[in-house]
């Protein structure tokens, strides 16, 4: 495995309710032979860390921040911890943040978008939710932050399919992707899965993830990888008869639980980059709280490049990635995921930022 192209630490962000095996992966992670240096950073709640006592010895470093709860007090710790980590650039390759069973991904992720220092050097990679299936339902019943992880998440591990029949994994499964139908799923025992489904995905390089996913940004059935232990039925191309999805169908869901995370995907023509500022701006000052992910890839007129923006909360980035193919259909794409949002309104302002 190799650093981002661009010179960047990529950042690879743990998640997954309490107990779901995130300690689990880790290990794996420090043990497996991958000639990746990685540097851990550990959140612990209370005085004494008790997770780095339960990682596997190795020549790995592992830095803890045991100030709190990583999602509302201890983001500037984060950015100390990393900025002494890059002091000493050069001693490992990757970065690995094991957030706290209980906290909300987004400010983990949102570091590494609004700090300066961090930006320069560190790249988020990709957000990785571990699930455990046998409560994962439950968990979603009772606690918003599960959700949040799941929606938020770029890839999920259904850990723990030895202790579920087949029947609760395929409900499993259908639950989280009505919650993130973008994530890519795999099953797993003991968290064992190939360590490149899980580092270095490049998944919040969105231009990275079409080349290798120009369906990326569709919903529903390509989301799902075949692990080791999938049981799925391998006679068919998973990505057979693909085709584009009226968005309106994406959010309609089973789960429609007041407060339910939804997601809707949007697409629109060419579009007038300031009138699509301005409402992009918009959107993310009066929404943003309820937006967990947002992603799009636009088409601005006369523009050769194309632009892409992600969002996670009320935080918004944007840059020209490369230039349109002759053979790409110049379309603009968006993808919001989120709770309590107005799609019909969202769809309109999408729609009217045509030029
Ligand atoms: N049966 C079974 N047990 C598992 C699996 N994966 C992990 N476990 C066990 O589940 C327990 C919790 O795993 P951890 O990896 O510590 O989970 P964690 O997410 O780090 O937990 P916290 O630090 O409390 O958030 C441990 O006893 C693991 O051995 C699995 O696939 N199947």
Not at 138 to 144: E, F, P, V, Y
Request: charged share 25%; with cysteine.
């Amino acid at each position: 495995m190799t650093t981002a192209n661009d010179g960047k630490i990529p950042v690879t962000v743990l998640t997954g309710y309490l107990g779901a095996g995130k300690t689990t992966l880790l290990n794996r992670i420090l043990s497996e032979n991958h000639g990746t240096r990685y540097a851990v950073i550990v959140n612990e709640f209370g005085e004494i860390g008790i997770d780095n006592d339960l990682l596997v010895e190795s020549d790995e470093e592992i830095f803890e921040m045991n100030n709190g709860c990583i999602c509302c007090t201890v983001r500037g710790d984060l950015i100390r911890t990393v900025e002494n980590l890059m002091k000493r650039k050069g001693s490992f390759d990757a970065i690995v943040v094991e957030t706290t069973g209980v906290a909300d991904p987004a400010p983990v992720a949102q570091t590494f978008f609004m700090d300066d220092d961090v930006r320069d050097k560190a790249k988020l990679d990709a957000v990785v939710a571990v699930v455990d299936c046998r409560h994962v339902l439950q968990r979603l019943a009772d606690t918003a932050e599960a959700e949040d992880q799941i929606a938020f998440a770029d890839v999920v591990l259904l850990n723990k399919t030895d202790l579920v029949t087949a029947a609760e994994l395929a409900a499993v499964e259908a639950r989280i992707q009505s919650i993130n139908p973008y994530a890519r799923l795999h099953r797993t025992e003991r968290c064992s899965i190939a360590l490149d489904a899980v580092l270095n995905r490049g998944a919040f390089d969105l231009d990275r993830v079409l080349s290798l996913d120009p369906h990326f940004l569709e919903p529903a059935e390509h989301a799902h990888e075949c692990g080791p232990d999938c049981d799925h039925d391998h006679g068919h191309d998973h990505d057979h008869g693909h085709h584009h999805h009226d968005h309106d169908h994406d959010h309609d869901h089973a789960h429609d639980a007041p407060h339910a995370v939804k997601s809707v995907s949007i697409t629109a023509g060419e579009l007038d980059p300031q009138v699509f500022f301005q409402w992009i701006g918009n959107v993310s000052q009066v929404q943003g709280p309820n937006i967990l992910r947002l992603k799009g890839i636009m088409a601005f007129r006369d523009d050769p490049q194309r632009y892409v923006v992600q969002g996670v909360h009320m935080i918004l980035e944007g840059d020209h990635q490369r230039d349109w193919k002759a053979d790409e259909a110049r379309e603009s794409r968006l993808v919001v995921i989120g709770r309590d949002l107005d799609f019909a309104a969202l769809e309109t302002g999408f729609k009217a930022c045509e030029a």
